[in-house]
T-cell receptor
């Protein structure tokens, strides 16, 4: 059974800092991995989708990497801004079909 | 493009009442998911539809919960009768299913926050 863990659960950093959010999964047989952002009281916004054949994806200041063999993905945020404050969730889809398993998320606070 | 649209955004009801949540997926998407989010349990998949057909409803907690998808552009999640422990945020998500039934990029609605008193 796939389990997805995100560490740390919460993170507070000063504005301008580069930071890394971690996601680990127990079953390396994944189809894709998706990173989301969730603002309080809002839905989940897709940030990046990495296919199992890819090593990384980039969008603006965000870079997500995937290492299937070690069961890890990282989300790198460059030059963090107060507007980046949100909860970041990773979600893993296994090769067996449609089910996507979510981590509990990392709550990020960027101080101005 | 309009994203996934859910209604109502907020619902407050009394225990025992019927609750109906609605979802309009992104046009062209053939997969629809209903999730429930709580602080204690995080995001839980309730039911998955593919081409309007329920494929997996193993996450539906009890018979009090039911979901329908009468056409490609509309789905409902109904709770009857509602109980206080049903209080949560209910999300609808849609995607384009890929070869082999795999789900592509997931897109979520803003959610329906349900409070059962």
């Amino acid at each position: 059974k796939q389990e997805v863990t995100q560490i740390p659960a919460a993170l507070s950093v000063p504005e301008g800092e580069n930071l890394v959010l971690n996601c680990s999964f127990t079953d390396s047989a994944i189809y894709n991995l998706q990173w989301f952002r969730q603002d309080p009281g809002k839905g989940l916004t897709s940030l990046l989708l990495i296919q199992s054949s890819q090593r990384e994806q980039t969008s603006g200041r965000l870079n997500a990497s995937l290492d299937k063999s070690s069961g890890r993905s990282t989300l790198y945020i460059a030059a963090s801004q107060p507007g980046d404050s949100a909860t970041y969730l990773c979600a893993v889809m296994g090769t067996g079909g449609f089910k996507t398993i979510f981590g509990a998320g990392t709550r990020l606070f960027v101080k101005a | 493009d309009a994203g996934v649209i859910q209604s109502p955004r907020h619902e407050v009801t009394e225990m025992g009442q019927e609750v109906t949540l609605r979802c309009k997926p992104i046009s062209g998407h053939n997969s629809l998911f209903w999730y429930r989010q709580t602080m204690m349990r995080g995001l839980e998949l309730l039911i998955y539809f593919n081409n309007n057909v329920p494929i997996d409803d193993s996450g539906m907690p009890e018979d009090r919960f039911s979901a329908k998808m009468p056409n490609a552009s509309f789905s409902t999640l109904k709770i009857q009768p509602s109980e206080p422990r049903d209080s949560a945020v209910y999300f609808c998500a849609s995607s384009l299913a890929l070869a082999g039934g795999h789900t592509g990029e997931l897109f979520f609605g803003e959610g329906s926050r349900l409070t059962v008193l």
